[in-house]
């Protein structure tokens, strides 16, 4: 994977991350014989206002690219690497036949509490969420959508502290990302490669263009929790509290 990140380079007047990925788009749209097998995203984050000057980007967008040779795959690489930005781009080039396999996995962060310190946890993020929704002007937001939740937490976890104890030991997960995984062949190294997808994969066949084929997209499974049985105490769609089977 190449990153690049141009710290000290020049921007446009009035340059945004959300006018940066347009273009990167555009540039991908319409670079000769590109075919795009996957794109997802970009994703931004809710505005107040519904026509907004400019939106403020959550995570930019994911490409997997085809391209009939190794030098096209690398102009376009040195194209986009081009193209004025202090955020990293991580691209990928390389060779490919077949299926391309993606699986698009949760990945957290774990740490370990007693109950007591989960609940506090919890609380300061209802406390958060309930000052969001405060500052909201419309009635049904996603933050009083997410406090229906948070409640129903709140009671989940205060019983398990009344069975169990306030210095029971839970683990808090909390979302970190998604982890973003590419599996396929590899004829140049004649072997199995994966890789993560970063930003954008390009690959290019060895002979002929139709030998690569298409992206398979692997369904989602509940992620594990290490090793042994654990129990869920409350979940919600930043955190979780977990502890093993009782």
């Known amino acids: 994977m190449v990153l690049s990140r141009k710290r000290d380079c020049m921007l446009p007047t009035g340059w945004t991350a959300d006018q940066y990925w347009d273009v990167i788009d555009r540039v991908i749209q319409t670079e000769p014989e590109a075919k795009i097998l996957f794109k997802d995203g970009p994703y931004y984050w809710p505005s107040r206002n519904p026509h907004p000057v400019f939106r403020l980007v959550k995570r930019g967008a994911k490409y997997i690219v085809m391209l009939p040779s190794k030098e096209a795959a690398e102009a376009l690489r040195q194209k986009l690497d081009a193209l004025p930005s202090k955020l990293w781009l991580r691209q990928t080039v390389a060779a490919a036949r077949g299926d391309l396999n993606l699986s698009v996995r949760p990945a957290y962060k774990a740490k370990r509490y007693t109950a007591k310190e989960a609940a506090k946890d919890l609380e300061e993020l209802i406390e958060r969420t309930e000052a ?115």
């Open 132 to 246: 969001l929704n405060e500052l909201s002007r419309e009635k049904d937001n996603l933050f009083a959508a997410w406090l229906v939740v948070g409640y129903r937490n709140r009671e989940e976890l205060a019983a398990y502290r009344a069975q169990y104890g306030e210095d029971a030991t839970v683990t808090v997960r909390k979302n970190s990302s998604s982890c973003w995984r590419l599996n396929w062949f590899n004829p140049e190294r004649n072997k199995r490669q994966q890789a993560n997808v970063g930003d954008i994969v390009i690959v290019y066949p060895i002979g002929f263009l139709d030998s690569i084929g298409i992206v398979r997209k692997a369904d989602q499974r509940e992620p594990r929790s290490d090793s042994g049985r654990f129990h869920r105490i409350c979940r919600n769609s930043i955190m979780e509290v977990i502890d093993r089977e009782k």
